[in-house]
């Protein structure tokens, strides 16, 4: 079935959804657009796809799309399912009310020539999501935190989802900021210098501010991985982006492996690393790098003398989570098993 005919039964079943009364109100009330009626930071053009119905292109763009039902009336090249086509691009405006707020673009086939070059895709690590919310490098001089949990309303020694506590904090905070409760775990050394390249903390949960009073503040835990207890650290909550698009550094950039996660000899695919290279050497969320075994010394067997083999390509990872010194990055491939001190580097696009 054709795109225009699913757009002309879905449009048929939400007016047919709507009480009689309540489309007599929509057709005599005239509905005005405001910017409070539009979603936040809405990426547009809105492509249209395959399969698209009217309710999902209002679904897009309005906070209420049963509300703005209304808009339609006065775009009929959208509410016309014959005109509108996979591939349209639709704007919404609300300076544009003289046509309904909306304008769609058709747009045209032309050739452009450039040189080819490798697409890279977009990595999904939305699995990760838990993982990456639970462990953090931090550098050595904030182990203390921005503040900590003093007590609760009920005097109990352990807390968890929903439970209200005293916090006292270091740095002002505000109605509705975010705190990661953590706890410090074992400093990460360099393989090669033995200096500490940061602190690995696991977070506990997360407690958003409620109010202050005479410099105690108010929080109650959202969520909690473990029980929380008095003295526990809280810092400033870490978005993670789970939508990571692939890039390259540019120039030459080494580094080790220095940490594997929960501990383990050795990881494999899909697993989470830290490396020894963080924000300073230009790394950030999604740069790509590949992970190489050093060569082994064998002795030449005509000269008599030791000789060491080539360095071997292992695995390839992409950076998460990237602090000044250190990173946490998803091993994305690998054909053999990976260890703490094997070298990553940044490769050409293949």
């Not at 064998?298 to 390509?313: A, F, I, N, W």
Request: charge should be neutral; hydrophobic fraction near 40%; proline fraction near 6%.
């Amino acid at each position: 079935m054709k795109l225009q005919h699913y757009l002309a039964i879905a449009w048929l079943m939400l007016l047919c959804a709507i009480p009689l009364q309540a489309t007599a109100d929509a057709l005599t009330v005239p509905q005005e657009v405001t910017e409070a009626d539009i979603k936040p930071n809405l990426p547009q053009p809105y492509i249209v796809k395959e399969g698209d119905t009217l309710w999902d292109i209002a679904n897009y763009f309005f906070k209420d799309p049963q509300k703005w039902l209304k808009i339609w009336e006065r775009n009929l090249y959208i509410t016309n399912p014959d005109l509108i086509y996979p591939g349209n691009e639709i704007w919404f405006s609300v300076k544009q009310k003289k046509n309904g707020g909306l304008t769609k673009v058709h747009p045209q086939p032309q050739v452009i020539n450039k040189p080819v070059e490798k697409l890279e895709p977009v990595i999904d690590t939305s699995k990760l999501l838990t993982a990456l919310a639970r462990q953090d490098f931090i550098q050595p001089d904030a182990v203390e935190g921005v503040g900590y949990i003093l007590d609760s309303e009920d005097d109990r020694l352990n807390f968890g989802t929903n439970d209200h506590l005293y916090l006292k904090m270091n740095q002002s905070a505000r109605d509705g900021d975010l705190f990661d409760v953590f706890r410090t775990g074992d400093p990460v050394k360099d393989p090669d210098s033995g200096k500490v390249a940061g602190v690995l903390v696991h977070h506990l949960g997360q407690i958003e501010i409620r109010s202050q009073d005479d410099g105690i503040y108010r929080g109650v835990v959202l969520r909690t991985f473990e029980e929380l207890s008095r003295g526990d650290r809280l810092k400033p909550a870490k978005q993670i982006d789970t939508r990571i698009t692939p890039s390259h550094p540019s120039g030459t950039t080494a580094g080790k492996v220095l940490y594997i996660r929960n501990d383990v000899a050795e990881a494999g695919q899909n697993q989470v690393i830290g490396i020894n290279l963080g924000a300073g050497a230009g790394l950030k969320a999604g740069t790509a790098l590949s992970i190489h075994r050093a060569g082994r010394m064998v002795k030449d067997q005509v000269s008599g003398k030791k000789t060491r083999l080539p360095e071997e390509k292992i695995g390839e990872l992409l950076v998460l989570v990237a602090q000044s010194k250190a990173s946490l990055a998803l091993v994305v491939e690998s054909t053999a098993p990976i260890n703490i001190g094997d070298v990553v580097r940044n490769q050409a696009r293949r």
